[in-house]
């Protein structure tokens, strides 16, 4: 949008002979204007010349020529710039990102600011006024400068704004720029990345000084300058700087109030790769605007992040002043080359690199100043190179540089046109040298671990600095005498590592200085493994960095391996009879295990038989030696478990208790389950005594029924069993029936019981009827297969007639006179009736 300090060359001198009568005849001479006056007429100026560049005619493009040349003696006046518009911004533009630019790999930065807060009265010009700044105490490697500026200036247009390193280095904030808007540098930042976006076409381009659309009296922050800051990088920051500041015309004062640097810097220059080349040799037409086009290059290769980009251009075009040019990096910055730059001057970019050191002097006051874009005195066919782009260069430090570039050209004005023949890019990439010192610590906290246990390894490989160490790998091949290992890991001070893992670690960690990570893996040792665990671990620095002291980058844990067993028997009775009865037979299974943590040496189980049973047999080829049974395991595996089933017969009466003891040469500190004990009640006695009785009346027909009564009870202690009952009938009776299930052989009715628990009894009806006169006798028994120790209440009679009594039983003189007695009674009977 500028066309500063032109050196215009027509094309044919009938252009020039007009110029001179337009000149004279449509725009008053600019002697005796005020500033504001010549700055509304170079506006309106420039309005005219905008309606005339898309008309193709003779007499358009001698106006055209004219109207330039007026416009350029104007801008001469008022110190050589165009006055850049006033109101909304309408497109373009971008906000600075936070902080400086991205580091190179490896390198780390300090930002220190100086102030210099002495004011600076600014006189109405033309006057050079200036201020200087001492810094002191930073690194010697400057990498990003950003400066502040508190100017008070009623018409900031007239200033031209230098800062000075103390190498001598000199770069233009602004020439002649925001014209008649008050006070829009008073808090201004300058920071190369201020306009990190502006893609063209645009009418306006804030974040850019040459292109800021300001207003009166409000803040334009933060800006590109004119001239690009990275022209400083590399230099040592340490010493006098110096804020030129020149206003070049009369009327308008103003003042410096303070102004800051923002030093960033590292402790070392980095080391710088060669420079690679790239170039893009498919041309691409420009059109008579308005247009845009394109051109893409590919860049690939690059290891190390950017340090310095130039670019090369061969573009042709026989109004270069219609072309806004930017260059966009794969990241998507965009960094504005050219906007409206180089009027009426032919192919001036044809050839032209691009470079923000391409003007290291050019102080204050000054009239022309070669090297800027936006200051150059260009003529017509006539290279202009090298050249300080409009934005910075500077903007695509400590970015990736891979991936595709675009050059984007933007005629913004018919009736030129041109071509990009081809363009290139040359990047310096850099990194710092990474000095890191890596250590690794290893400990489980104790100097002995049991096999078949578990060990927990407390591992901490840590960044003494001063780098950063990103990509670093930590290492451990555990043992084979861990069967199994899981882990964790967990990152401080920035450092990363992975969350959790199985097996041997090998790790990639990030570990910024200061940083580090522990790791917890826990062990399993194999239950059968001797001799020392020992495992070691390692913390290896990424490529790119060197360990300033590899000596600490192994730890190693040893312990001595013991063994321990927890052992336990159990003991369980299986196949018991009820009741148990003497000769009866079962087993015991014996179930030993091996709870661990290592395996069993030596193991012997020893059981000793109570006199109640006798040994049968056993499945494990156990040897018995009465009364002991010794069965010899050897080896159990830790968590192992066998068995052996013992038979045994039931040999005398009374409880069995029976112990089992297991034992090993391993030591087993938990000896209360190295035992088992199964307890039965055994054999036991059972009194089974017999009541019978009858529902006969006292006299009784032949035809007539009654009912017999058996009951049989369980006197205890002990369960009976196998009982069987017998009821021996009378031949002048006939069964008839029974509740019990009776079957009668002869004159025998006979049931039987399974079992009759202690205090328990059972009972029999049986019906029958008189089939002959006389006196019935009936006979009960009861037996069992238990042990009854009481055989007297085991039977019963009963005799039914003329009167129904019971029988005891007694020896045969009783049951005779019992014979003669109830003889006689009958006879006494017979008598009465």
Request: some cysteine.
């Amino acid at each position: 949008m500028d066309l500063p300090m032109e050196n215009p060359t027509y094309r044919t001198p009938r252009r020039l002979a007009l110029s001179l009568l337009l000149a004279a005849a449509l725009v008053p001479a600019a002697h005796g204007q005020s500033k504001d006056e010549a700055h509304a007429q170079m506006i309106d100026l420039q309005a005219q010349i905008a309606a005339l560049k898309g008309q193709s005619s003779v007499e358009a493009q001698q106006q055209l020529a004219a109207l330039a040349s007026q416009l350029h003696d104007l801008s001469a006046s008022l110190g050589g710039d165009l006055p850049c518009a006033t109101g909304e911004l309408s497109a373009g533009g971008g906000s600075a990102p936070a902080g400086g630019p991205p580091l190179p790999t490896g390198c780390t930065t300090t930002t220190t600011n100086f102030t210099q807060s002495t004011a600076v009265a600014i006189p109405a010009g033309p006057a050079v006024v200036s201020s200087t700044l001492d810094v002191s105490g930073v690194d010697t490697y400057l990498w990003d400068l950003n400066i502040t500026t508190g100017i008070t200036h009623t018409f900031p247009g007239d200033l031209d704004i230098t800062i000075t390193s103390p190498a001598g280095t000199v770069v233009t904030l602004t020439t002649d720029n925001a014209g008649t808007n008050d006070d829009v540098f008073n808090g201004t930042v300058w920071d190369d990345s201020a306009n990190p976006g502006g893609q063209v076409p645009y009418t306006s381009n804030n974040g850019l000084v040459t292109d800021q659309v300001y207003v009166s009296g409000t803040l334009a922050s933060p800006l590109v300058p004119e001239e690009s800051l990275a022209a400083f990088v590399g230099e040592d920051p340490n010493g006098t700087w110096t804020l030129t500041i020149s206003d070049d015309t009369g009327g308008d004062a103003g003042n410096l109030s303070s102004w800051t640097l923002a030093v960033s810097t590292f402790p070392q220059a980095p080391n710088l790769d060669p420079v690679a080349s790239f170039d893009q040799a498919t041309a691409v037409a420009i059109p008579a605007g308005p247009a845009v086009v394109s051109s893409d290059l590919v860049v690939s290769g690059l290891t190390n992040p950017i340090c310095k980009v130039e670019l090369r251009s061969a573009v042709r075009h026989t109004f270069p002043g219609d072309l806004d040019v930017t260059l966009t990096s794969p990241d998507g910055i965009i960094v504005t080359l050219t906007t409206d730059n180089a009027g009426t001057n032919d192919d001036v970019f044809n050839g032209t690199v691009w470079r923000d050191d391409a003007n290291p002097a050019g102080q204050v006051p000054y009239t022309t100043n070669n090297g800027i874009v936006t200051d150059q005195v260009y003529a017509i066919s006539t290279l202009a190179s090298p050249l300080v782009v409009e934005e910075s260069l500077g903007a695509f430090m400590g970015f990736d540089g891979n991936g595709t570039w675009t050059l984007t050209v933007s005629d913004d004005s018919g009736g030129d046109a041109g071509s990009v023949d081809s363009w290139g890019l040359d990047f310096t990439t850099c990194s710092c040298a990474i000095n890191a010192d890596l250590s690794i610590t290893k400990t489980d906290g104790v100097a002995s671990a049991v096999a078949g246990s578990t060990t927990t390894y407390t591992i901490v490989a840590s960044n003494a600095g001063p780098a950063d160490a990103i990509g670093a790998t930590v290492a451990d091949s555990f043992p084979a005498a861990c069967t199994s290992v899981s882990w964790s890991c967990v990152g401080a001070g920035g450092a990363t590592c992975s969350a959790n893992g199985t097996g041997n670690i090998s790790d990639l960690v990030d570990l910024p200085a200061g940083g580090s990570a522990t790791y917890t893996a826990i062990c399993a040792i194999d239950p059968a493994a001797t001799g020392t665990l020992d495992n070691t671990a390692t913390v290896t620095e990424p490529a790119g960095v060197t360990d300033t002291d590899p000596i600490n980058n192994s730890a190693t844990d040893s312990d001595a391996l013991g063994a321990s067993t927890d052992l336990s028997i159990t003991k369980v009775a299986q196949g018991v009879p009820d009741p148990i009865l003497l000769g009866s037979t079962f087993s015991y299974l014996l179930t030993v295990t091996n709870g661990g943590p290592s395996a069993a040496t030596g193991v012997m189980v020893n059981d000793t038989l109570p006199s109640t049973i006798d040994h049968v047999s056993n499945d494990c080829g156990a040897a018995y030696a009465d009364p002991t049974l010794s069965w010899n395991i050897g080896n159990l595996a830790a968590a192992g478990s066998v068995s052996c089933t013992v038979t045994v017969s039931v040999a005398e009466l009374g409880q069995i208790a029976n112990t089992a003891t297991v034992s090993s040469a391993t030591t087993d500190p938990t000896g209360a389950n190295n035992s088992a004990t199964a307890t039965l009640v055994g054999a036991q006695p059972a009194d089974v005594a017999l009541l019978l009785s009858s529902t006969a009346p006292p006299s009784l027909a032949v035809g007539e029924t009654y009912s017999y009564n058996v009951i049989g009870t369980n006197n205890g202690p002990g369960t009976a069993a196998g009982l069987t009952f017998t009821l021996e009938l009378s031949s002048k009776i006939s069964f008839i029936s029974s509740t019990c299930g009776a079957t009668l052989a002869g004159n025998t009715l006979s049931w039987s019981v399974a079992t009759l628990a202690n205090g328990a009894s059972t009972s029999c009806q049986i019906d029958v009827v008189v089939v002959l006169a006389g006196d019935v006798l009936a006979s009960a028994n009861v037996s069992t297969v238990s042990v009854d120790p009481d055989l007297s209440n085991n039977s019963a009679q009963l005799v039914v007639g003329t009167g129904a009594v019971a029988v005891p039983v007694i020896n045969r003189l009783g049951l005779l006179l019992l014979l003669l007695l109830t003889t006689g009674l009958a006879a006494v009977f017979v008598r009465r009736h």
